[in-house]
């Protein structure tokens, strides 16, 4: 019987609500396809500040250390939001997650299904079929990483702050391969992002990504674009991109406008892979759902889990290697939401469901 050892870090707010859900799938799939999971659910985020000091606790690092992937809910919330920035749950355990375990390679999937296009803030008739994108961004370095970066006092007593953005062959190299592989998957396009007009981490990243398609990836189609142009090309015509592949930073703003461009958060996934492998063989890596904890709506079971399931369902691809049913998985989603069982943030005037009545009807598919 194949062991899936993973950590549970549900976190805050829905964080937990949609993680239970979660959970439940996982069982189900586990017990009809004879895989034993063996997980073990740890304080992170504001969970973590609350009960044992800081946001990503010893012991749950530890516990992550043992652990073949990480399943990731969401952290934080007004609770911690007047704590130094540096202290608060989102930077405090994520950014140290990513570093420990060198997940440089982030994964979003940019989906939003044509029963659902009322949901995107586009005009309907520039998505007519809906959205399918990926944004592959490159995680543990740029300016998130760079040293220096300080706040230091001036002679004159002014202050002054600097971040460092900086970039190797070598990082850009491995992050490229994991666009080329995507892209493999897809429809063999990939869209490299930079600001290469203006940054010499830009001018490196496209010669290095240009050098290292044209070696080992020459049947994949290659484009260059700046990250200005992007982030209009985005609003005005997602579709035009397959694979969108960039930098930390950029990355980080273009995931986000894309999220956003894909309508309700509650359904987008996400995988942060490792450059270690597990014991399966496979990539260590980090899934999280792109919404945040929903504080709004947190504690009246009313959250979409599709975000968290989907999540899931990549650690299971990713991490795991079990393609077939991480498909199984979204295809079960997919097909729960087009047949109407929708919670609040996709209803668009139909009843809405409870987190646990979505899960039910996705459990019900497969
Ligand atoms: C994200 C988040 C993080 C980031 C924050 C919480 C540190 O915005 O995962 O995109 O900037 O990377
Ligand atoms: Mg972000």
Known sequence: ?????????????????????????????????????????????????????????????????????????????????????????????????????????????????????????????????????????????????????????????????????????????????????????????????DKANVLETSVLWRKTVTEYFAKNHPDIELTHMYVDNAAMQLARDPNQFDVLFTENMFGDILSDEMAVICGSLGMMSSASLGTGTNSHGKPFGLYEPAGGTAPDIAGKGVANPCAQILSAAMMLRYSFGLDTLADRIAAAVRTAVESGVRTGDIAFGRPAVSTKEMADAIIAHL
């Open 1 to 193: 019987m194949s062991k899936l050892t993973f950590a549970v870090l549900p976190g805050d707010y829905i964080g937990p609500e949609v993680m239970t859900e979660t959970l439940r799938v996982l069982e189900h799939v586990a017990q009809k396809e004879g895989l034993e999971l063996d997980y073990t659910i740890a304080d992170v985020g504001g969970a973590g500040i609350d009960n044992h000091g800081k946001a990503l606790p010893d012991t749950t690092l530890e516990l992550c250390r043992r652990s073949d992937a990480i399943l990731f809910g969401s952290v934080g919330g007004p609770k911690w939001e007047n704590l130094p920035p540096k202290e608060q749950p989102e930077r405090a355990a994520l950014l140290p997650l990513r570093k420990a375990f060198n997940l440089f390679a982030n994964i979003r999937p940019g989906l939003l299904y044509k029963d659902l296009v009322d949901a995107s803030p586009l005009k309907a008739e520039r998505i007519p079929e809906g959205i399918d994108i990926v944004c592959i961004r490159e995680l543990t370095g740029g300016i998130y990483f760079g040293q220096p970066k300080a706040t230091t006092t001036l002679d004159n007593g002014e202050q002054q702050a600097i971040d460092t953005m900086v970039y190797k062959t070598s990082e850009i190299e491995r992050i490229a391969e994991v666009a080329a592989v995507t892209a493999k998957g897809r429809s063999r396009r990939v869209c490299s992002v």
